[in-house]
Nanobody
Framework: QVQLVESGGGLVQAGGSLRLSCVASGNTLSIYATGWFRQGPGKEREFVAAISWSHGTTDYADSVKGRFTISRDVAKKTVYLQMTSLKSADSAIYYC??????????????????WGQGTQVTVSS
């Protein structure tokens, strides 16, 4: 089993920045990819970004390209999501997820194996 704990959410003004963190524990050697998803009020969960633990390759949703950056610190077992130029449409609960497949075998619509509890991001306009 793998446990994921997110942090870094909060309230920010439009145009501002936030950095989310996701710390993994447990059987982390089984993880090959980690992603961020979000779910806004009354909306379905959507893919935001993902990263390969071994290769560092990344994937982004079109809506966040150029504004969000996903990165990882293998030694700290932590994945980050740096969010800039935030918009009110970015307000959501952000979830960290991890999967036992390599990123190249995962599509943004796939379900991941492990999920965190989420952290709230609210962008005020």
């Amino acid at each position: 089993q793998v446990q994921l704990v997110e942090s870094g959410g909060g309230l920010v003004q439009a145009g501002g920045s936030l950095r989310l963190s996701c710390v993994a524990s447990g059987n982390t050697l089984s993880i090959y990819a980690t992603g961020w998803f979000r779910q806004g009020p009354g909306k379905e969960r959507e893919f935001v970004a993902a990263i390969s633990w071994s290769h560092g390759t990344t994937d982004y949703a079109d809506s966040v390209k150029g504004r969000f950056t996903i990165s990882r610190d293998v030694a700290k077992k932590t994945v980050y999501l740096q969010m800039t130029s935030l918009k009110s449409a970015d307000s959501a609960i952000y979830y960290c997820a991890a999967d036992r497949r390599e990123l190249s075998y995962i599509t943004p619509k796939d379900n991941y194996d492990y999920w965190g509890q989420g952290t709230q991001v609210t962008v005020s306009s």
